[in-house]
């Protein structure tokens, strides 16, 4: 069982920043591509990035060259760096395992002046 806790969400100014993590824990192999995906009030969950387990990054267009993702397989944790928010990147954001098809509870981003 994987248990994942995301956390870094908040309120931001468009063009501000925003640092999101995903602790995992339980009895899983941690070796597992990480992603991040977002679902807008009204809207159905969407893709923003991928990261395998050699550290390969894939990104949805729509955050690509804004959005970084990265882990740190020792501390069983993955990242996602938001840079020059904007005003639809809100959303709450998911971290997923894609091994065993476990998500987190989700983080609120807001972006809003």
């Known amino acids: 069982q994987v248990q994942l806790v995301e956390s870094g969400g908040g309120l931001v100014q468009p063009g501000g920043s925003l640092r999101l993590s995903c602790a995992a824990s339980?009895?899983?192999?941690?070796?597992?591509?990480m992603g991040w995906h977002r679902q807008a009030p009204g809207k159905q969950r969407e893709w923003v990035a991928r990261?395998?387990?050699?550290?390969?990054?894939y990104y949805a267009d729509s955050v690509k060259d804004r959005f970084t993702i990265s882990r740190d397989n020792a501390k069983k944790t993955v990242y996602l760096q938001m840079n020059t928010l904007k005003p639809e990147d809100t959303a709450v954001y998911y971290c997923y395992n894609y091994q065993s098809r476990a998500w987190g509870q989700g983080t609120q981003v807001t972006v809003s002046s």
């Open positions: 990261i395998t387990v050699a550290g390969t990054t």
């Open positions: 339980g009895s899983f192999e941690s070796l597992s591509d």
